[in-house]
């Protein structure tokens, strides 16, 4: 059941991109959407199964010349699975209306992508994870590419995502060929049972931690994902920001948890100190951040950040104590949340971007009259976003939280340093999670239009609303029952569940409840009874309109309002040594008089320290040598065979005295 | 109720050391330094109740005459006399001076725990509090650029060694703590002269302003 | 049962609070004050008055006071003021700053839905202060939560009322210091806001509720006072859990009980009103090291919990 579910899904992509290959142009968008989003259905169907204890594998030795194709799905797989899936679903659906313009290639290949990442949880050996994890990065960079006509910056977005993602590669490659050398062979189950030596180990897991982390958007290997994220079409970044990055978690813990089983505490600590400092770094750039799309794509560095911090903290307690058990679900519920809010995020931004040609906050605004279904439906999604109740990000934020907390009095020195600390972390991210969305909010969607883009918007079609709405109630439902998917991520670990419970979700091992539906249960009733009240008490119910106070100076206009930058501005300041803005004031004076201003200039800009800092000394370093190495190019056809030549006898001389 | 009181004079101790770094106030610093003398004063008569040492509790007295009363009063007159009211323009902002301290109250905990393993005590399980006022008082000095911030940095750490050396020991003899006491008197007299001078060269106490003598 | 109970209270008793600490102010200034009625005579007034929608407003606008009183209404069911027995599954400490958190965010949105550069400069203000109070918050929560092992408010305060001694440690003096200036930052007090001021170089709070008015400021109004009252309640239970009682206690107990939790606020409202008189507000962008500084506090809440444990 679970595998024919598994490989229909996978069918249908594939039939999905050779009939997007074929049919007319004006039929082409509607095939691959619900193409792509049938083969997600299938998927979710796939991993629901998985999860509810089917297992599957398949073995295809034609498939793959020299290895072959092993496939095979298990819990932790499945999670990875159902959520791919889910969030294609959203995405296919979206796709009918907004994909529209799209060129041929572009739509076809993205159902192949889904199938990619479909693939990468599946895979049971080394090669076919590496295949599929190609095959992931070269459909994503294809969808990336996409406009790359209209605008310049897709061309280098899409430069830096090849080189990083490929620089990613080539650690995940030569992290796992160490393995399976040291394993005497390539499939997982052999990798599970093989010794090596602590220091190899070591070597394994720093190579595929670096390789999976830059997948996943981890600081310092982030700087592809707020390049890459915003200049592709808005349901593959969807994709890429809900689905596709979850993988490098999937990676880091099957890796280290399962593959190598657990391993010193270091790692662990290594692990949780990078998702902290992706935390707080990826959210405090999405707070100063004016491009709505690029600020999403920092919230996913942040939230990644916080599933690494759980599944360090699952690493970090060792497998088997009910605080890891812990730690690990609401990791994985995390990503869960994430994918929810994140795809509807996205959608949403798409919608808008559609709708006003814009992703800049400081001209967008006043589209709460204008588009009022993407407005409620981003309001949803930046509600749980910032880890708000009745969000859904606040029941794993509350359980991350929970497994920090307990942590003290079993965790040694090690523990009673990093948990507070983590603890505080979390928190300010959390703190900063809600400046930005309610900036993201209020300012993209309340109040009045800043530019004429916003201004002259209209609602998305119903093939956009509806992949939305699927999203929001994805969300909503995990955020009033998470009840209904718990039991089935706690199939991951062997034991007993971290969480049980219905109504009230209730830990194991530890204290603490929480319920979802009876806060919003009792928020909803609150209001009622305001409601009742106030239409009881007050004697005046109709309401009139009435001007804005505006100091007597006349009617305001829209330039006078608060914008994206003006709101961040505080923060900006609070966290000036850590951000470094840069800013420049250029005061031109009349040419009659120096005392005379006839026009004042003013720029800022919050440029990516790390960025900034690490990456452009790099790149400045090897500009140099490349340019240094022209001296060895000089055009003359002896001297490149004369290279041949020197290498050939080198490599020989060589080999005569290592043997 | 002995591991209670000894516990809350710690945590008066620490929290005056840490206070110091929030305060700009020079005034106010110095009655920070006269509160953290109280409270280590108090660490001293409560350990000495506890051993039921008459000597030691004597000691703690006056320690903590010392430390709350006779520095202090220096200090507030060298204070009056300098004109200068504010710690103006610290090199680390408040801020992140606060959130350093609380990374050196990590790593004191973790340096001391082999410390504490050796013989677990209410008494010695307080010397991490100690070791981080040590810290903090090197922070100030680093920091911090009025003469009299110096100062006060200077005898935080005079009180964290002053700490450490009763919660590890229980007493160190009187003759080494009067000595050590004295050393410090005359220190603090002899910034205070430097102060003067200071103020009588250049008008003011900012010690980058030191940097003028280089050539 | 008790929960209503709470309810009712704080419904009648937030406004009386903030009379009876207005007239403390008074007094202390040597002005005769309003008389401690004056807050209900407020709210009569303005619910009285027609609502009124600004021009350009929206449902964000609308729906603002609403949320923020009911956040304010289901805190103060879940916060054990006068009995430990609280509604499972809300009454976590974590849960209930997040409701807190959410009142503070619709009302920002309201804020900005006005588009005013008054809303919009309240509204961030308001964020900047709330991003920052979080982590001392939940690490004094941190703090707390280590001696009863778990973050349940009942817990941790019918914790504290079977040992009472636990309440003079350094654990939680120092978490009570920092959950203190964290109260006065949530609740727009001196020194990190100012609630008497109009001016703009200095609001927070009233710059974001500028365009309300009637019924609307009404809910807005009890709802700050209600939020005020909520924490300061939920203070003493914390750090003074005296008279408290716990589940399946009699009728007399409970009467006394919140005879107790009465004068406890009354104290700590009048101690608030009396500092402030003697405090100025600091600059917006001072208000960081003062959370720093609080959040430092916390964090050796933590440490000590574990240094002196």
Same mark, same amino acid.
């Given at each position: 059941?679970?595998?024919?579910?598994?490989?229909?899904?996978?069918?249908?992509?594939?039939v999905?991109?050779?009939?997007?290959?074929v049919?007319?142009?004006?039929?082409?968008?509607?095939?691959?959407?619900?193409?792509?989003?049938?083969?997600?259905a299938?998927?979710?169907a796939?991993?629901?199964?998985?999860?509810?204890?089917?297992?599957?594998?398949?073995?295809?030795?034609?498939?793959?010349?020299?290895?072959?194709?092993? =496939? @095979?799905?298990?819990?932790?797989?499945?999670? &990875?699975? %159902?959520?791919?899936? +889910?969030? /294609?679903?959203? #995405? $296919? !659906?979206?796709?009918?209306?907004?994909?529209?313009?799209?060129?041929?290639?572009?739509?076809?290949?993205?159902?192949?992508?889904?199938?990619?990442?479909?693939?990468?949880?599946?895979?049971?050996?080394?090669?076919?994870l590496?295949v599929?994890?190609?095959l992931?990065?070269?459909?994503?960079?294809?969808?990336?590419?996409?406009e790359?006509?209209h605008?310049?910056?897709?061309?280098?977005?899409?430069?830096?995502?090849?080189?990083?993602?490929?620089?990613?590669?080539?650690?995940?490659?030569?992290?796992?060929?160490?393995?399976?050398?040291?394993a005497?062979?390539?499939?997982?189950?052999?990798?599970?049972?093989?010794? =090596? @030596?602590?220091?190899?180990?070591?070597?394994v &897991?720093? %190579?595929?931690?670096? +390789?999976? /982390?830059?997948? #996943? $958007? !981890?600081?310092?290997?982030?700087?592809?994902?707020?390049?890459?994220?915003?200049?592709?079409?808005?349901?593959?970044?969807?994709?890429?920001?809900?689905?596709?990055?979850?993988?490098?978690?999937?990676?880091?813990?099957?890796?280290?948890?399962?593959l190598?089983?657990?391993?010193?505490?270091?790692?662990?600590?290594?692990?949780?100190g990078?998702?902290?400092?992706?935390?707080?770094?990826?959210?405090?750039?999405?707070a100063?951040?004016?491009?709505?799309?690029?600020?999403?794509?920092?919230?996913?560095?942040?939230?990644m950040?916080?599933?690494?911090v759980?599944?360090?903290?699952?690493?970090?307690?060792?497998?088997?104590?009910?605080?890891?058990a812990?730690?690990?679900?609401?990791?994985?519920?995390?990503?869960?949340?994430?994918?929810?809010?994140?795809?509807?995020?996205?959608?949403?931004?798409?919608s808008v971007?559609?709708?006003?040609?814009?992703?800049d906050?400081?001209?967008?605004?006043?589209?709460?009259?204008?588009?009022?279904?993407t407005?409620?439906?981003?309001?949803?999604?930046?509600?749980?976003?910032?880890?708000?109740?009745?969000?859904?990000?606040?029941?794993?934020?509350?359980l991350?939280?929970?497994?920090?907390?307990?942590?003290?009095?079993?965790?040694?020195?090690?523990?009673?340093?990093?948990m507070?600390?983590?603890?505080g972390?979390i928190?300010?991210?959390?703190g900063?999670?809600?400046?930005?969305?309610?900036?993201?909010?209020?300012?993209?969607?309340?109040?009045?239009?800043?530019?004429?883009?916003a201004?002259?918007a209209?609602?998305?079609?119903?093939?956009?609303?509806?992949?939305?709405?699927?999203?929001?109630a994805?969300?909503?439902?995990?955020?009033?029952?998470?009840a209904?998917?718990?039991?089935?991520?706690?199939?991951?670990?062997?034991?007993?569940?971290?969480?049980?419970?219905?109504?009230?979700?209730?830990?194991?091992?530890?204290?603490?409840?929480?319920?979802?539906?009876?806060?919003a249960?009792?928020l909803v009733?609150?209001?009622?009874?305001?409601?009742?009240v106030?239409?009881?008490?007050?004697?005046?119910?109709?309401?009139?309109?009435?001007?804005?106070?505006?100091?007597g100076a006349?009617?305001?206009?829209?330039?006078?309002?608060?914008?994206?930058?003006?709101?961040?501005?505080?923060?900006?300041?609070?966290?000036?040594?850590?951000?470094?803005?840069?800013?420049?004031?250029?005061?031109?004076?009349?040419?009659?008089?120096?005392?005379?201003?006839e026009?004042?200039?003013?720029?800022?800009?919050?440029?990516?320290?790390?960025?900034?800092?690490?990456?452009?000394?790099v790149?400045?370093?090897?500009?140099?040598?490349?340019?240094?190495?022209?001296?060895?190019?000089?055009?003359?056809?002896?001297?490149?065979?004369?290279?041949?030549?020197?290498?050939?006898?080198?490599?020989?001389?060589?080999l005569?005295?290592?043997? | 109720?002995?591991?209670?009181?000894?516990?809350?004079?710690?945590?008066?101790?620490?929290?005056?050391?840490?206070?110091?770094?929030?305060?700009?106030?020079?005034?106010?610093?110095v009655?920070?330094?006269?509160?953290?003398?109280?409270?280590?004063?108090?660490?001293?008569?409560?350990l000495?109740a506890?051993?039921g040492?008459?000597?030691?509790?004597?000691?703690?007295?006056?320690?903590?005459?010392?430390?709350?009363?006779?520095?202090?009063?220096?200090?507030?007159?060298?204070?009056?006399?300098s004109?200068?009211?504010?710690?103006?323009?610290?090199?680390?902002?408040?801020?992140?001076?606060?959130?350093?301290?609380a990374?050196?109250?990590?790593?004191?905990?973790?340096?001391?725990?082999?410390?504490?393993?050796?013989?677990?005590?209410?008494?010695?399980?307080?010397?991490?509090?100690?070791?981080?006022?040590?810290?903090?008082?090197?922070?100030?000095?680093?920091?911090?650029?009025?003469?009299?911030?110096?100062?006060?940095?200077?005898?935080?750490?005079?009180?964290?060694?002053?700490?450490?050396?009763?919660?590890t020991?229980?007493?160190?003899?009187?003759?080494?703590?009067?000595?050590?006491?004295?050393?410090?008197?005359?220190?603090?007299?002899?910034?205070?002269?430097?102060?003067?001078?200071m103020?009588?060269?250049?008008?003011?106490?900012?010690?980058?302003e030191?940097?003028?003598?280089?050539? | 049962?008790?929960p209503?109970?709470?309810?009712?209270?704080?419904?009648?008793?937030?406004?009386?609070?903030?009379?009876?600490?207005?007239?403390?102010?008074?007094?202390l200034?040597?002005?005769?004050?309003?008389?401690?009625?004056?807050?209900?005579?407020?709210?009569?007034?303005l619910?009285?008055?027609?609502?009124?929608?600004?021009?350009?407003?929206?449902?964000?606008?609308?729906?603002?006071?609403?949320?923020?009183?009911?956040?304010?209404?289901?805190?103060?069911?879940?916060?054990?003021?006068?009995?430990?027995?609280?509604?499972?599954?809300?009454s976590?400490?974590?849960?209930?700053?997040?409701?807190?958190?959410?009142?503070?965010?619709?009302?920002?949105?309201?804020?900005?839905?006005?588009?005013?550069?008054?809303?919009?400069?309240?509204?961030?203000?308001?964020?900047?202060?709330?991003?920052?109070?979080?982590?001392?918050?939940?690490?004094?929560?941190?703090?707390?939560?280590?001696?009863?092992?778990?973050?349940?408010?009942?817990?941790?305060?019918?914790?504290?009322?079977?040992?009472p001694?636990?309440?003079?440690s350094?654990?939680?003096?120092?978490?009570?210091?920092?959950?203190?200036?964290?109260?006065i930052?949530?609740?727009?007090?001196?020194?990190?806001?100012?609630?008497?001021?109009?001016?703009?170089?200095?609001?927070?709070?009233?710059?974001?509720?500028l365009?309300?008015?009637?019924?609307?400021?009404?809910?807005?109004?009890?709802?700050?006072?209600?939020?005020?009252?909520?924490?300061?309640?939920?203070?003493?239970?914390?750090?003074?859990?005296?008279?408290i009682?716990?589940?399946?206690?009699?009728?007399?107990?409970?009467?006394?009980?919140?005879?107790?939790?009465?004068?406890?606020?009354?104290?700590?409202?009048?101690?608030?009103?009396?500092?402030?008189v003697?405090?100025?507000?600091?600059?917006?962008?001072?208000?960081?090291?003062?959370?720093?500084?609080?959040?430092?506090?916390?964090?050796?809440?933590?440490?000590?919990?574990f240094?002196?444990?």
């Amino acid at each position: 059941m679970t595998g024919s579910l598994f490989v229909a899904a996978l069918a249908v992509c594939v039939v999905t991109t050779v009939a997007a290959l074929v049919v007319p142009s004006w039929l082409r968008s509607a095939v691959t959407g619900w193409g792509t989003a049938g083969g997600g259905a299938l998927g979710v169907a796939a991993g629901a199964s998985t999860l509810a204890g089917g297992r599957w594998a398949a073995w295809l030795p034609e498939v793959l010349p020299l290895a072959g194709v092993r =496939l @095979s799905l298990d819990p932790l797989g499945g999670v &990875f699975v %159902a959520v791919t899936g +889910g969030v /294609a679903v959203c #995405a $296919g !659906i979206y796709a009918v209306g907004y994909a529209r313009e799209s060129g041929r290639v572009v739509q076809a290949t993205l159902p192949l992508f889904v199938a990619s990442m479909l693939l990468v949880p599946a895979a049971a050996t080394v090669s076919t994870l590496l295949v599929g994890w190609e095959l992931m990065a070269l459909t994503s960079l294809l969808l990336v590419l996409a406009e790359h006509a209209h605008r310049a910056e897709v061309g280098r977005a899409g430069l830096w995502y090849a080189v990083m993602t490929h620089l990613g590669f080539v650690a995940i490659l030569a992290g796992l060929a160490f393995f399976a050398a040291g394993a005497g062979g390539e499939a997982f189950d052999q990798l599970r049972g093989a010794t =090596l @030596s602590p220091a190899a180990r070591n070597v394994v &897991f720093l %190579a595929t931690l670096a +390789g999976f /982390a830059s997948k #996943a $958007g !981890i600081v310092p290997l982030h700087v592809w994902l707020p390049r890459a994220h915003p200049e592709a079409p808005s349901h593959v970044s969807a994709l890429m920001s809900a689905a596709m990055v979850n993988l490098g978690v999937y990676g880091i813990a099957r890796v280290g948890l399962d593959l190598l089983g657990g391993g010193p505490q270091w790692w662990w600590l290594v692990v949780l100190g990078v998702g902290a400092l992706s935390a707080l770094f990826g959210i405090l750039q999405a707070a100063v951040s004016t491009d709505l799309k690029r600020l999403l794509g920092y919230s996913t560095t942040e939230n990644m950040g916080l599933v690494l911090v759980g599944v360090g903290a699952a690493g970090f307690f060792g497998p088997g104590s009910a605080l890891a058990a812990l730690a690990l679900t609401a990791a994985v519920l995390h990503v869960v949340n994430h994918a929810g809010f994140k795809t509807l995020l996205f959608l949403s931004a798409g919608s808008v971007l559609r709708a006003t040609g814009t992703r800049d906050l400081d001209a967008l605004g006043g589209l709460r009259s204008r588009m009022p279904y993407t407005t409620v439906l981003f309001a949803i999604g930046a509600l749980c976003a910032s880890a708000l109740p009745p969000g859904n990000g606040f029941v794993s934020e509350w359980l991350l939280l929970q497994s920090l907390i307990h942590a003290l009095p079993s965790s040694g020195v090690a523990g009673a340093i990093t948990m507070p600390l983590a603890v505080g972390v979390i928190a300010l991210s959390a703190g900063l999670a809600v400046a930005t969305f309610v900036k993201a909010f209020g300012v993209g969607f309340l109040a009045r239009p800043r530019g004429s883009g916003a201004e002259s918007a209209t609602e998305s079609p119903p093939s956009m609303l509806a992949g939305m709405g699927t999203a929001a109630a994805c969300c909503a439902l995990l955020a009033l029952a998470p009840a209904a998917v718990l039991p089935g991520l706690s199939a991951i670990l062997p034991g007993a569940p971290a969480v049980s419970g219905q109504v009230a979700l209730r830990l194991n091992g530890v204290l603490g409840t929480i319920s979802p539906v009876l806060i919003a249960g009792s928020l909803v009733l609150a209001v009622a009874a305001l409601l009742a009240v106030l239409r009881l008490i007050s004697t005046r119910r109709v309401r009139r309109a009435a001007r804005l106070w505006d100091c007597g100076a006349g009617p305001m206009s829209a330039r006078m309002e608060y914008t994206a930058t003006s709101f961040a501005e505080p923060l900006q300041r609070v966290f000036d040594d850590v951000l470094a803005p840069e800013s420049d004031v250029d005061v031109t004076p009349v040419r009659e008089s120096a005392y005379l201003v006839e026009r004042v200039r003013f720029q800022a800009r919050i440029p990516d320290r790390i960025e900034h800092r690490l990456y452009e000394p790099v790149l400045a370093g090897l500009k140099a040598v490349g340019r240094s190495a022209r001296v060895l190019a000089n055009g003359s056809v002896h001297r490149y065979l004369a290279y041949g030549f020197y290498a050939l006898t080198g490599a020989l001389i060589v080999l005569a005295v290592l043997r | 109720m002995y591991v209670q009181a000894l516990n809350l004079a710690c945590g008066a101790f620490l929290l005056a050391g840490v206070l110091v770094l929030w305060r700009r106030d020079l005034a106010a610093i110095v009655w920070l330094f006269a509160f953290q003398g109280l409270a280590l004063g108090a660490m001293v008569v409560v350990l000495g109740a506890d051993q039921g040492s008459v000597e030691l509790v004597l000691v703690g007295i006056g320690v903590g005459a010392l430390r709350a009363g006779l520095l202090p009063y220096l200090m507030r007159r060298a204070l009056v006399s300098s004109g200068e009211a504010r710690e103006t323009q610290p090199l680390v902002n408040v801020a992140t001076s606060l959130l350093v301290v609380a990374v050196l109250a990590m790593l004191a905990y973790a340096v001391s725990q082999p410390l504490v393993r050796l013989a677990p005590s209410p008494a010695t399980q307080a010397v991490p509090v100690a070791l981080t006022v040590l810290l903090v008082g090197f922070f100030v000095l680093v920091t911090r650029r009025r003469a009299l911030s110096q100062v006060v940095g200077f005898l935080l750490m005079d009180n964290a060694i002053t700490a450490t050396a009763f919660l590890t020991t229980s007493g160190v003899p009187l003759v080494v703590e009067l000595g050590v006491s004295l050393d410090v008197l005359l220190a603090v007299l002899v910034l205070q002269v430097l102060t003067t001078r200071m103020r009588a060269a250049f008008g003011g106490t900012d010690l980058d302003e030191l940097r003028e003598l280089h050539d | 049962m008790t929960p209503l109970l709470q309810v009712i209270l704080v419904v009648l008793g937030a406004p009386l609070l903030v009379g009876m600490m207005r007239q403390v102010r008074a007094r202390l200034e040597g002005r005769a004050g309003a008389g401690v009625l004056q807050p209900w005579r407020d709210l009569r007034k303005l619910v009285r008055k027609q609502p009124i929608t600004p021009d350009g407003t929206g449902w964000v606008f609308r729906m603002a006071p609403l949320v923020l009183a009911a956040t304010a209404l289901v805190a103060a069911a879940a916060v054990p003021l006068v009995s430990t027995e609280s509604m499972a599954g809300v009454s976590d400490l974590f849960a209930v700053v997040a409701l807190l958190a959410l009142g503070s965010v619709t009302l920002a949105l309201g804020g900005l839905d006005t588009g005013t550069a008054f809303g919009g400069m309240g509204a961030s203000r308001e964020m900047t202060v709330l991003a920052l109070v979080e982590p001392t918050i939940l690490v004094s929560v941190f703090a707390l939560s280590v001696r009863a092992d778990s973050t349940d408010l009942g817990a941790i305060v019918g914790y504290t009322a079977e040992q009472p001694l636990t309440v003079v440690s350094p654990v939680s003096l120092l978490a009570a210091a920092a959950l203190a200036i964290v109260t006065i930052a949530e609740t727009g007090r001196i020194p990190v806001d100012n609630p008497a001021t109009h001016l703009e170089l200095t609001m927070i709070h009233e710059a974001m509720i500028l365009e309300y008015a009637g019924p609307d400021l009404a809910l807005i109004e009890w709802a700050s006072a209600a939020r005020l009252s909520v924490l300061l309640g939920l203070l003493a239970s914390l750090f003074a859990p005296w008279g408290i009682v716990t589940a399946g206690a009699g009728v007399v107990a409970v009467l006394v009980a919140m005879v107790v939790l009465v004068v406890k606020v009354a104290v700590l409202g009048a101690l608030l009103a009396a500092g402030e008189v003697f405090m100025a507000k600091l600059r917006l962008f001072r208000i960081p090291e003062l959370l720093a500084g609080s959040f430092v506090m916390a964090l050796l809440a933590v440490a000590a919990s574990f240094f002196l444990a």
